[in-house]
């Protein structure tokens, strides 16, 4: 059974730093794009940054120079990095996951979030 499980979420100042991981287990076949995503109250969940399995990556435009992400796929994890953190930033943060359990049955996975709160 494959299990998605962020953690690194917390409650931070303006201009502070948080790191969060995903880290996936489970047997399955290929792991291919990982991505984090981001709701907060009364807004729709919107991609923050995707990273393909061969490590290239892209951000939504509010965070681009200030978040980063990366993946250890020996550890079958994808951290985020977020620095300078704005109170715009708080929401739920939540991973998903592009998986090819065994050949030609792929599917996404989401993990349960992780909050991030930014506050003075």
């Known amino acids: 059974q494959i299990q998605i499980s962020e953690s690194g979420g917390g409650s931070v100042q303006p201009g502070g730093s948080l790191r969060l991981s995903c880290a996936v287990s489970?047997?399955?076949?290929?792991?291919?794009?990982m991505g984090w995503y981001r709701q907060s109250p009364g807004k729709e969940r919107e991609l923050v940054a995707m990273i393909q399995d061969r490590g290239s990556s892209s951000y939504a435009e509010s965070v681009k120079g200030r978040f980063s992400i990366s993946r250890d796929n020996s550890k079958k994890t994808v951290y985020l990095q977020m620095n300078s953190l704005r109170p715009e930033d708080a929401a739920v943060y939540y991973c998903?996951?592009?998986?090819?359990?065994?050949?030609?049955?792929?599917?996404?996975?989401w993990g349960q979030g992780t909050q991030v709160t930014v506050s003075s």
């Open positions: 998903k996951a592009k998986i090819t359990v065994t050949y030609g049955h792929t599917y996404d996975y």
């Open positions: 489970g047997s399955f076949y290929k792991m291919y794009g």
